[in-house]
């Protein structure tokens, strides 16, 4: 089995890992969702607009699903043959 990798912070400059990839932190780490999550309440932008400058994922992403769903499908299917 390989190692886990670490899962990095979406914003470009940041780098910090994310400490829990959990659905609703849109592929950011806490301080970048904290300062998104900011400038969202002051109005100053949205979490669309966000999107679409790349520095937010969706709120349906489940990464941790995907990534789970791709190696329970895989061991599966090796186990089935």
Same mark, same amino acid.
């Given at each position: ?33 904290? %300062? ?5 309440? #002051?109005?100053?932008? +949205? ?6 400058? =790349?520095? !937010?994922?969706? %709120? ?5 699903? #995907?990534?789970?769903? +791709? ?6 299917? =090796?186990? !089935?043959?």
């Amino acid at each position: 089995m390989e190692p886990t990798k670490e899962v990095l912070c979406i914003v470009p400059s940041c780098g910090r890992p994310l400490h829990t990839p959990i659905r609703g932190a849109r592929g950011l780490c806490y301080k970048c969702y904290a %300062a998104a999550n900011f400038q969202i309440k #002051r109005g100053k932008t +949205t979490w669309a607009e966000l999107e679409r400058l =790349g520095l !937010a994922l969706p %709120a349906v992403y489940k990464m941790t699903d #995907r990534v789970f769903s +791709t190696a329970f499908k895989q061991a599966k299917a =090796g186990g !089935a043959s």
